[in-house]
């Protein structure tokens, strides 16, 4: 197993939820960081020791002549523009642009860049969202059929299609980890879990009476953060050269989430909570995740409720 202490990393996305938990992994390994983002934002949590970088890598000749400078072990690429669902419509409309410039064209500007550097390992993020769009299947294994939502989901099969194609016929150094729902404390408000812990915190101190949940019967596929973050660090150290799933590995309701963070807190709250169930909900999927476990030996975290738990303090 590599010893990563005294490497460089480059995290892109490094202001993000994955961007932010990895950095701070690395720098617990003592690896020297830097963190990549197109834009800054001051209300996102810095990591201390990360060196941050305000740099547009879809532009080729910026991203060749700043990786050239930095020279990086590892690149992680973990800034693909997102949102929640009703913000990623508002994108894809008025401006799909940033969504292909921080998929497809930063990933073909750092691949290139490394058909030069073949020391350098990538691992690339890359979304749920290429097999949710009528699925055949609930289950996404590796090899399943593709069926993207939207610009975003169609940007990350280009992506991905890249990453086979680069280490085919390159034998390049590329992992893309293909990721299911996911959350931690540094999400961004407007997801779920955030959502979910926003109103439980209300109930809890007394702000309000009763709380309704929506969609209290949809499935998900929902994991920690910081359990896949440490499956990343596992790719590093193992060295290998293919690409995994990340998910929970199976299906909860939204209502199960609630009432069993609820159970961590105080049984009474339920009672003031109204669960609102609807119907003709999207057909859910969730990862194979038996590769991943065996090459990684990794496994997912048992529950969200810690990590909701820690999110309600």
């Known amino acids: 197993m590599e010893d990563l202490k005294g490497k460089k990393a480059l995290v892109i996305g490094a202001l993000g939820q994955d961007g932010q938990i990895i950095s701070l992994k690395l720098r617990q390994k003592e690896v020297s960081v830097v963190g990549v983002s197109k834009t800054n934002d001051p209300q996102r949590t810095k990591i201390d020791g990360v060196d941050y970088k305000i740099i547009d890598l879809s532009d080729s000749k910026s991203c060749f002549e700043y990786l050239d400078s ?30 292909i410039e921080s998929t497809v064209k930063l990933s073909t500007n750092i691949f290139n860049w490394q058909l030069k550097n073949k020391k350098t390992k990538i691992l690339v993020g890359l979304s749920a969202f290429m097999y949710s769009n009528f699925p055949k299947k609930d289950r996404v294994e590796l090899d399943s059929e593709y069926s993207p939502k939207g610009i975003y989901g169609e940007c990350n099969v280009s992506t991905h299609k890249e990453i086979i194609e680069y280490r085919n016929k390159y034998d390049s150094d590329i992992c893309g980890l293909i990721l299911f729902n996911h959350t931690s404390k540094f999400s961004k408000q407007g997801f779920l879990v955030p959502d979910l812990v926003e109103k439980i915190s209300k109930i809890r101190n007394n702000e309000t009476d009763l709380i309704t949940i929506n969609e209290a019967n949809k499935y998900i596929d929902i994991s920690s953060a910081n359990n896949f973050c440490d499956g990343f660090i596992r790719i590093i150290e193992l060295g290998l050269k293919n690409d995994f799933i990340f998910s929970s590995g199976k299906l909860v309701t939204i209502r199960s989430i609630v009432e069993d963070a609820i159970a961590g807190i105080d049984k009474k709250l339920i009672e003031r909570i109204n669960f609102v169930d609807e119907i003709n909900l999207a057909k859910p999927i969730y990862g194979d995740i038996s590769i991943t476990e065996k090459m990684l030996d990794w ?7 810690n990590t909701l738990l820690d999110m309600l303090g």
């Not at 496994?299 to 409720?305: H, L, N």
């Open 70 to 99: 930095i020279k990086p072990d590892f690149i992680f690429h973990l800034g693909a523009k997102n949102a929640n669902s009703k913000n990623m419509k508002n994108i894809e409309s008025n401006d799909p642009e940033s969504i």
């Open 299 to 305: 496994k997912p975290d048992d529950s969200i409720r």
